[in-house]
């Protein structure tokens, strides 16, 4: 069994300590999702186990071959290739041998006359063979076709920022890892590439630490959880369902243990003051006591403001927003058709569906940023707009942070209708007094968004317009802001594929399905998620049942023989047999033999059963063949 373990792990910057001596093990299997609050210090640990000399401190036990690979939040990707050449990207054997095949069949499609691209391209066939690289092509362009990437040879440069993080995560995930290092992989992706994401990672081989804000993805596929808190990591065994049931738990223990703790120290304190005469061993020890409790009350972590945003909010009319004959064509794609609709006050509405169906243009064309081709978009009076985009806008990094809040918004009041300074509003967004004085370049990315939803909410919106709001915020924040939005008097729009968020905030949707078609539904998000499966299995099984009825009459049509490379590749399927049946059998005697420790005879046993899987499928495909042959 592979196993990384990590200790002593510490990073500081100037005078603030992300985290100090941490210590964890990463069990052969693990699915570990590691949680914190932004800042915390959970994207700068991941780096640090990838290169340990992003820390200070750091000792590390793992195997010699172990292998990890990192997929990072902003792709490290070659701009000037292909999609399938950036995926195919390694130094591997495999992958230098795919990477030559699939440029020589572009050019045998091309010309399939030349007799030099012919000898070529069999020659790279056979090779391909030889070195069993079909099924890792093949599980590659299965990988992007679930992520939504379908041009494999477009450039990537020439793709979205969402799809280089879709072409990434492909990388990654086609990789004989170890350990597979995650943060965010779900931005960007849809409902239908998230489900398939869950069921792939928790039939990955190796282990997975992931960074997520998605509830619903952490609670299915981790089987531990980190927290990253307090300078320190504390685990939790299960997913995010159980671990909310143990820090409820724990929580309520420390309070309970912390309150006794206090009182023992009062009575202790009054003792010491009243200058006991006596000097015996009873009395020494209630003083050792009384030293053991003020250390230990000292160094207790420091109670945790916890966030709240309480920020009055203006007097919204009814009228919001009425969409009459609306029509937008942008970038050559259809995003409005004759669209007509009707926002009114107390709306919750989440916008969903494919990538690049729209959603984020459509509210770009409500705040006027993108006008439209034709029809209207008639906004109330009373509306006061607050748009939380995808991007971090008009946010100088040579500002201080508190400069930053001062400059936006003055004479802001809470719900009482108390006057609050940028230092009170910073402070229950969880920005210290350290923070406050900080500069915004030295703000983590998640740390800034927080101030820029803050930056929002403070000029008192009756609107919010939340494009993608779950990216880069932490869980605990998005808790918050669900909270927030449950009891906000106005109108909110939300562009999201985080199913948990939309749960909680939108009464219903308005899903884009791409070439101007919009549609409603008053299901909540994961009723829709499911319905769609169910309509989607149900389609692929008549497709299926269709081709079945079909395949008698086309069957002898069909296949008649084996192609050139199929029997190159029947030719050498029985040594490869008869050689699997070889190392089989020897390691059939090793498992019989008493003097093997424990551990080699797991090790013998999961080899025999990979064997074997591996020769049964060598001897369907002979079997196969063999019709033909």
């Not at 210090?41 to 992003?54: A, C, Q, S």
């Not at 069921?199 to 993805?217: A, C, M």
């Not at 029997?567 to 020897?586: A, G, N, R, S, Y």
């Amino acid at each position: 069994m592979k196993t990384l373990n990590i200790s002593n792990a510490s990073k500081t910057f100037g005078e603030r300590t992300l985290f100090k001596d941490v210590t964890f093990t990463v069990n052969e299997g693990d699915r570990i999702g590691l949680l914190g609050l932004n800042g915390a210090g959970k994207t700068t640990l991941l780096d640090g186990i990838v290169n340990t000399n992003e820390l200070n401190t750091i000792d590390m036990e793992k195997p010699k071959d172990y292998k990890m690979t990192y997929l990072r939040q902003q792709p490290e990707l070659d701009e000037n290739l292909s999609v399938i050449d950036a995926i195919f990207a390694g130094n591997g054997e495999q992958f230098k041998l795919i990477r030559q095949y699939e440029k020589s069949l572009a050019q045998f499609n091309n010309n399939s006359t030349d007799k030099k691209i012919q000898d070529e391209f069999f020659k790279l066939q056979e090779r391909m063979n030889a070195a069993e690289a079909w099924q890792m092509e093949s599980d590659v362009k299965s990988i992007l076709n679930k992520l939504g990437i379908t041009e494999l040879d477009k450039l990537v440069k020439e793709l979205s920022g969402g799809q280089q993080r879709r072409v990434a995560l492909a990388q990654a995930l086609i990789s004989d890892s170890d350990l597979l290092i995650l943060d965010e992989p779900t931005n960007h992706l849809d409902y239908e590439a998230i489900d398939w994401l869950e069921g792939y990672l928790n039939k990955y081989r190796g282990s997975v630490l992931f960074v997520t804000h998605d509830r619903y993805f952490l609670n299915k596929v981790s089987t531990r959880i980190f927290e990253l808190e307090n300078q320190n990591i504390t685990e939790y065994s299960g997913n995010y369902e159980k671990y909310l049931q143990q820090k409820a738990t724990n929580e309520e223990i420390y309070n309970s243990e912390q309150h006794h703790k206090t009182q023992m120290f009062k009575q202790e304190l009054e003792w010491m003051r009243a200058g006991v005469k006596a000097r015996g061993t009873k009395q020494q020890a209630r003083k050792d006591r009384f030293q053991d409790l003020k250390e230990d009350l000292q160094n207790k972590p420091e109670a945790k403001m916890d966030m709240t945003i309480d920020i009055a909010q203006q007097r919204l009319g009814n009228d919001v927003f009425n969409i009459k004959d609306a029509s937008l064509k942008f970038d050559n794609q259809v995003i409005i058709d004759d669209f007509n609709y009707l926002v009114t006050r107390g709306d919750r509405i989440g916008i969903t569906g494919a990538n690049g169906s729209g959603k984020t243009t459509f509210l770009n064309t409500i705040v006027n940023k993108i006008p439209l081709d034709s029809g209207e978009i008639k906004t109330g009076q009373t509306v006061k707009i607050g748009y939380y985009t995808q991007y971090t806008e008009d946010m100088d990094p040579e500002k201080r942070v508190i400069r930053y809040l001062e400059g936006i918004g003055q004479g802001v009041r809470n719900s009482d209708g108390e006057s609050m300074s940028a230092s009170q509003l910073l402070d229950t967004f969880m920005f210290d007094h350290k923070m406050q004085g900080a500069y915004i370049r030295e703000l983590s990315g998640g740390e800034k968004r927080r101030l820029y939803l803050l930056a929002i909410l403070i000029k008192q919106p009756n609107v919010l317009l939340l494009d993608e709001p779950t990216n880069n915020l932490d869980i605990g924040t998005l808790t918050i802001l669900e909270n927030y939005l449950e009891n906000f008097k106005g109108t909110v729009m939300a562009v999201s594929h985080d199913r948990y968020f939309l749960d909680k905030v939108a009464d219903k949707l308005l899903i884009f399905k791409g070439n101007g078609n919009i549609q409603e539904s008053y299901d909540s998000y994961s009723e829709y998620v499911k319905k769609m499966s169910q309509e989607k299995n149900e389609e692929v099984k008549e497709k299926k049942a269709e081709e079945k009825a079909d395949q008698p009459e086309q069957k002898s049509a069909e296949k008649t023989k084996l192609t050139y490379s199929e029997q190159m590749e029947f030719d050498k399927l029985e040594p490869k047999i008869e050689k699997l049946d070889d190392e089989i059998t020897v390691l059939k005697k090793q498992l019989t033999d008493d003097n093997n420790d424990y551990q080699k005879l797991m090790d013998y046993q999961r080899e025999l059963d990979e064997k074997n899987a591996e020769a049964d499928k060598l001897m369907e495909r002979w079997e196969y063949l063999g019709q033909f042959a």
